[in-house]
């Protein structure tokens, strides 16, 4: 064909840009130098398991939670782990945990060798509801166990009701161990995440709030002691050398390049929190009265690691924004009480009727701290038609 031939009158269209459910590459859009470098930087000096990057995030963090020691390791899921092991739950013992959570929550009372009990959660929340709590405490002792701790999940973002749950744990005399993997950076009658709880735990996977570029997570506590032994526990229970074994542990580091990671996301972490802040407010706006938008209470903020919608066409919701390639997550269609693994254990007295309603109306939509307007119009809408 000729230079000169006129242009096609027919422009092709414009294919629409995919939706993410979470952009991670736009975030390396805008930190890919620095983080790059900083990758660079271990590769550099070798000290590929606790390089100084990790004690530097661990010091970075606790400056940023208020927690007095923080402790790196290898996942969300050991962070739960270490400090049940650190305070040695095992046979005999029962744990209290909510069904309606991510499995990792009472997997871990089970791999410590403990009993899960399954408890409740609050209809507009999803947090664990402290009636169910107090009635599963006693169905746990009518079961002839011993009620040791209770792991409260900051279901999506928004942590539990912490002042009632520790007020009734302290009464009935087991601990609290915070599970903050959805949750780091919220915060809690003007305390942060990870000051909530005798201990906390928290997931760097990589797509929570804040994630690195692998497995991650870290525990907060402010006991002196507790942190020692779970100091131990991450390294095969070590004791004052590597010839010394004094308790039966784990191989539990974070990696120094997930560290390196972390504090380059970590830099731009309160900016992203911000604008997670203004996406949530924005979808609010656009979908009530179209569907129930999640409720935050008062006294505390949500990260945003997921928006979750609640509505009876959630089905049709899920279909209708796939056929637009729209992505959503159903979180969770199965709770922990119904999976194989563990529908033997207890569950709290009154059953759990919130959990199963729940599981079948909850579905997240997109989002992250680089959702543009465009795209969140193009979401509303499409959950819009899907509800009719
Ligand atoms: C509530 C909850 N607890 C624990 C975990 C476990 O974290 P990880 O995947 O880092 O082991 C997760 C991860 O998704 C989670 O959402």
Redesign the pocket.
């Known amino acids: 064909m000729p230079d000169t031939a006129p242009a096609p009158s027919h422009a092709p269209i414009q294919a629409t840009k995919p939706i993410l459910f979470i952009d991670l590459q736009a975030q390396r859009a805008k930190i890919g130098p620095r983080m790059d470098a900083a990758i660079g930087r271990v590769l550099a000096h070798g000290g590929f398991v606790m390089g100084p990057e990790v004690a530097e995030l661990e010091k970075r963090l606790s400056a940023h939670c208020g927690a007095k020691h923080v402790l790196t390791c290898s996942?969300?899921?050991?962070a739960?782990l270490i400090p049940l092991m650190a305070k040695g739950v095992g046979h005999g013992d029962a744990v209290l945990v909510p069904s309606f959570?991510?499995t990792?929550?009472a997997e871990v009372v089970a791999l410590a060798g403990a009993v899960p009990v399954f408890v409740d959660v609050l209809p507009d929340t999803f947090n664990i509801d402290p009636e169910s709590l107090a009635r599963g405490i006693k169905t746990a002792r009518t079961r002839g166990l011993r009620p040791r701790a209770v792991i409260p999940?900051d279901?999506f973002g928004q942590p539990a009701d912490m002042d009632e749950i520790n007020a009734l744990c302290e009464q009935e005399g087991v601990w609290v161990l915070a599970?903050a993997?959805?949750s780091y950076g919220a915060s809690y009658k003007n305390r942060h995440v990870g000051s909530l709880a005798e201990v906390s735990a928290t997931?760097?996977?990589p797509s929570k709030p804040l994630g690195c570029y692998g497995?991650?997570?870290a525990v907060f506590t402010d006991d002196d002691e507790l942190h020692q032994r779970m100091m131990q526990i991450r390294v095969h229970g070590q004791g004052k050398d590597r010839n010394e074994n004094v308790c039966i542990g784990l191989t539990a580091r974070l990696d120094t390049l997930q560290a390196a990671v972390l504090l380059e996301k970590l830099s731009v972490f309160d900016a992203e929190y911000a604008e997670r802040q203004r996406i949530a407010q924005r979808y609010h706006q656009l979908l009530t009265g179209v569907v129930e938008t999640p409720v935050v209470r008062p006294d505390r903020s949500s990260v945003w690691a997921q928006y979750t919608i609640k509505s009876k066409a959630r089905d049709r919701i899920v279909t209708g924004l796939a056929a637009e390639k729209i992505p959503t997550s159903v979180l969770y269609p199965r709770p922990s009480h119904t999976q194989p693994a563990y529908r033997s254990f207890p569950i709290a007295g009154g059953g759990l009727p919130v959990t199963e309603r729940l599981a079948r109306e909850v579905v997240s939509l997109p989002m992250h701290a680089y959702l543009n307007a465009a795209d969140q119009d193009r979401i509303v809408d499409a959950v819009r038609r899907a509800v009719g």
């Open positions: 996942s969300g899921t050991d739960l959570t991510f990792a929550t999940v279901l599970d993997a959805q997931s760097f996977y497995d991650g997570g």
